[in-house]
């Protein structure tokens, strides 16, 4: 069984976290004025997600928990949180 490599967390100026996931990207939130990264429920992701990475939901969150805890930034799982697959055809979620 081939393991897929780590999900890639990199925070970008305009309060987005740009994570690489498999050669392709997506964006979610990330709070500049008390440092936060917001993740959007697993419904809510898999409602917008295109579908390579509609069932990735439990491996992005698993890799942006470990990523959270070692940048010391809290991390948000709600409904109202937004990710962004801008170079596929879905708008956000």
Not at 17 to 44: A, N, Q, S
Request: glycine share 2%; proline share 6%.
């Amino acid at each position: 069984m081939t393991t897929s490599a780590k999900v890639q967390f990199q925070p970008r100026w305009k309060e987005e976290l740009v994570c690489t996931m498999d050669e392709r990207c997506f964006i979610i939130e990330l709070t500049m004025g008390i440092l936060t990264v917001y993740f959007p429920t697993r419904p809510k992701w898999e409602a917008g997600a295109p579908d390579w990475a509609k069932h990735q939901w439990e491996r992005v969150k698993e890799d942006l928990v470990v990523w959270c805890k070692a940048e010391h930034i809290p991390l948000r799982i709600q409904d109202d949180a937004w990710v962004d697959f801008p170079w596929d055809n879905k708008s956000s979620a």
